[in-house]
Each structure stands twice: as C-alpha cells, then as structure tokens.
C-alpha cells in the first residue's frame, strides 16, 4: 500500500507544472518581444489580400515549442521528442531532482521537423540511473523547453 501511495504522490508530482511554451515576435521597430503562447488570443496580419499572401506567414507558426517524453512514467528507454522550425544546434540534458546533470548530448545540425532521442537511463559515466524524478532540458537557440520523467524501477 505504501508503494502505490508513493507512486501515486511521484507520478502526480511529474505534472504539477505545466510545460510553458513562447512565440517569438519580431517587431518592425527592430526589437523582438517573447509572449507565453498560452497567452496569445488573437494573432492579426496586416496587407493579407488572399491564400497565396497567407503562404508567405506559414513558418511563423512553425516554432520550437512541442516537447513530449514517452512512456512517462518509464520502467525502460525513454523517447525524446521535439520539433525544429529550422536547423541547428541542439542541446538536450537530464539532470536528477536536485539539478545535478546526469547526461548532456549535443546534436549539430539537426534537420527541422520531428527530432527523437531515445535516453536509456545511464549517467555520463554509464551507470544505471536510480529510480526518481528527472528533467529533461532541450535548447534550440535561445529556447528552452522542459519536461519531467519519472523512472520507476
């Protein structure tokens, strides 16, 4: 009983904050502003005369701002999974609950689209992680997104 006590308290745990996620709009005087996407109401394009102009606006909203991690709770490998608007550079790191970094990877070049990486739960030393709560940073530029995953062995 007090297992599934715990498991119930660590899996609720893993969702108690929400992802946020944020779209970066470039301003004609020059300066860029970021807002919470979940935040945005209302998105409106000046001078759109028909379907071939809207064309012209659809990599806006292409963004860096999906992150999913599966299975979630996970007994085996875990999947990494985001999406790229464009190429680059991408930094993915999982530290343990008290921040301490337990794998970092760097991917140059990745193609835009679906990205995955499968983390099989060994440190930076190759040693089996111990069961807990992790978090799964991506970096894309100078987006960040997060995730938690709980290992349960």
Not at 70 to 84: C, G, H, K, M
Not at 127 to 138: A, D, E, F, K, W
Request: proline share 4%; aromatic share 14%.
């Amino acid at each position: 009983m007090k297992i599934l006590l715990l498991f119930i308290f660590l899996f609720n745990a893993c969702f108690a904050f929400a992802q946020t996620t944020y779209m970066k709009v470039n301003k004609t005087d020059g300066t860029s502003e970021l807002f919470p996407i979940k935040e945005i109401r209302e998105i409106k394009f000046n001078d759109l005369v028909g379907i071939g102009d809207f064309g012209k606006w659809k990599d806006a909203f292409i963004t860096f701002n999906k992150l999913k991690c599966y299975p979630n709770p996970s007994r085996t490998d875990v999947t990494i999974e985001y999406d790229l608007p464009e190429t680059g550079l991408v930094e993915l790191c999982i530290y343990d609950n008290k921040g301490k970094l337990m794998d970092k990877k760097l991917f140059k070049n990745q193609i835009p689209g679906k990205n995955k990486y499968v983390f099989s739960w060994k440190d930076m030393n190759n040693n089996s992680l111990p069961s807990g709560i992790y978090h799964c940073n991506v970096l894309f530029k100078s987006t960040v997104l997060s995730d938690k995953i709980l290992l349960i062995k």
